[in-house]
């Protein structure tokens, strides 16, 4: 049986760039810098994003974009700012999934290398009661 997460690996082109995306929205902490020096398949970097590490990778960014993405939790109060960090990186937004109330708020973006990520102020646990009454939204 799994224990949880151990990590989350983006592959980028351009590292330095994927590094502002992680700290400068993600309040990331790089822990690790390889520079020129490879132990894996490439030169690599480790942050901290909260408990969870997450390493970056140099390497061809995705060749198309999907809605496989990872989900980091903000606060409810952190939602507007996180936008407005994201919007001056001049990252693009993807617009939000339909939502019921109470399920929580969500940002999608894209990173430079076709990565989307979100930022969901909302919990599973929360998630579950609300899908528990029913009625999603209209499509």
């Keep these: 049986?799994?224990?949880?997460?151990?990590?989350?690996?983006?592959?980028?082109?351009?590292?330095?760039?994927?590094r502002d995306v992680l700290e400068q929205v993600l309040d990331a902490r790089c822990?690790?810098?390889?520079?020129?020096?490879?132990?894996?398949?490439?030169?690599?970097?480790?942050?901290?994003?909260?408990?969870?590490?997450?390493?970056?990778?140099r390497g061809p960014p995705l060749p198309a974009r999907s809605y496989n993405h990872v989900a980091f939790r903000i606060g409810e109060g952190?939602?507007?700012?996180?936008?407005?960090?994201?919007?001056?990186?001049?990252?693009?937004?993807?617009?939000?999934?339909p939502r019921v109330d109470g399920e929580g708020r969500s940002i999608y973006f894209y990173g430079p290398d076709n990565h989307l990520f979100e930022l969901h102020t909302g919990t599973l646990a929360?998630?579950?009661?609300?899908?528990?009454?029913?009625r999603g939204p209209q499509r």
């Design 126 to 134: 929360q998630r579950l009661a609300r899908y528990a009454q029913g």
């Design 31 to 57: 822990v690790y810098d390889s520079g020129l020096e490879t132990f894996s398949v490439s030169e690599e970097r480790f942050f901290m994003v909260g408990d969870v590490w997450v390493a970056v990778m």
């Design 1 to 18: 049986m799994s224990s949880g997460l151990s990590h989350v690996t983006f592959i980028s082109a351009d590292p330095d760039r994927m």
């Design 78 to 97: 952190e939602y507007d700012a996180k936008l407005a960090r994201i919007e001056a990186l001049g990252l693009e937004l993807r617009p939000p999934r």
